[in-house]
């Protein structure tokens, strides 16, 4: 398989803040990373495409200014959430394609909202 | 539109019995098919994955059934483990290259010692 990390674990910040997950492929490059968002026993839902050295996709209803992603490495990605509020408390998750097809997901990222 | 739909929701099978899970997609574009396997509070973990040229896929204990014409793949667990208890998601993407995967709503499986 392949490792995929992601930084932190957890975050607990205050209201209107902005708080930035990473995410690293640690044993391959990845030239494309994604997003998911996951409520409490539900399905991965997919926020937006990460793509190394140009502007992230976003997925419909996703709003970019609000979810900033930067792939400035082949190996590194990071999502900003700007001005937090508790509706953004989720479970954070990525994931980095090695070869053709094969998406390995991170540890992901329990962020709360207060 | 959901378009990977999964079942059941819940599932529960004794000890050394078969898991089933199965999953339905209405796009005739998606040409990979992985499932993944996630823990609490834990990120999903790739168990197998399949391509419609072939209609069975055998990795350990796990097995994808896939039938192009019916539009469906399964993820059969042989001999079932307590440890298996997790949630299972089927998936689906489309064309080559990286492509962000399509989730199933999930299935809750727990193994009864």
Same mark, same amino acid.
């Given at each position: 398989?392949?490792?995929?990390?992601?930084? /932190?674990?957890?975050?607990?910040?205050?209201?209107?803040?902005?708080?930035?997950? #990473?995410? !690293?492929?640690?044993?391959?490059?990845?030239?494309?990373?994604?997003?998911? !968002?996951?409520? /409490?026993?539900?399905?991965?839902?997919?926020?937006?495409?990460?793509?190394?050295?140009?502007?992230?996709?976003?997925?419909?209803?996703? #709003?970019?200014?609000?979810?900033?992603?930067?792939?400035?490495?082949?190996?590194?990605?990071?999502?900003?959430?700007?001005?937090?509020? /508790? #509706?953004?408390?989720?479970?954070?998750?990525?994931?980095?394609?090695?070869?053709?097809?094969?998406?390995?997901?991170?540890?992901?990222?329990?962020?709360?909202?207060? | 539109?959901?378009?990977?739909?999964?079942?059941?929701?819940?599932?529960?099978?004794?000890?050394?019995?078969?898991?089933?899970?199965?999953? &339905?997609?209405?796009?005739? =574009?998606?040409?990979?098919?992985?499932?993944?396997?996630?823990?609490?509070?834990?990120?999903? =973990?790739?168990?197998?994955?399949?391509?419609?040229?072939?209609?069975?896929? $055998?990795?350990?204990?796990?097995?994808?059934?896939?039938? $192009?014409? =019916? $539009?469906?793949?399964?993820?059969?667990?042989?001999?079932?483990? *307590?440890?298996?208890?997790?949630?299972?998601?089927?998936? &689906?993407?489309?064309?080559?290259?990286?492509? &962000?995967?399509?989730?199933?709503?999930?299935?809750?499986?727990?193994?009864? *010692?």
């Amino acid at each position: 398989g392949a490792v995929v990390s992601q930084h /932190p674990s957890r975050v607990i910040c205050k209201s209107g803040t902005s708080v930035k997950i #990473e995410c !690293r492929s640690l044993d391959f490059q990845a030239t494309t990373m994604f997003w998911y !968002r996951q409520f /409490p026993k539900q399905s991965l839902m997919l926020m937006a495409t990460s793509n190394e050295g140009s502007k992230a996709t976003y997925e419909q209803g996703v #709003e970019k200014d609000k979810f900033l992603i930067n792939h400035a490495s082949l190996t590194l990605s990071t999502l900003t959430v700007t001005s937090a509020h /508790p #509706e953004d408390s989720s479970f954070y998750i990525c994931s980095a394609t090695k070869g053709a097809d094969t998406q390995y997901f991170g540890p992901g990222t329990r962020l709360t909202v207060l | 539109q959901q378009q990977v739909k999964q079942s059941p929701q819940s599932l529960i099978v004794q000890k050394g019995g078969i898991s089933i899970i199965n999953c &339905a997609y209405e796009n005739t =574009a998606f040409d990979y098919f992985p499932w993944y396997q996630q823990f609490p509070g834990k990120g999903p =973990a790739l168990l197998i994955a399949i391509r419609p040229d072939v209609s069975e896929k $055998k990795e350990g204990r796990f097995t994808i059934s896939f039938n $192009k014409s =019916a $539009k469906q793949f399964s993820l059969h667990i042989m001999d079932s483990q *307590p440890g298996d208890s997790a949630t299972y998601f089927c998936a &689906a993407s489309k064309g080559t290259g990286r492509r &962000a995967l399509t989730f199933g709503s999930g299935t809750r499986l727990q193994v009864q *010692p």
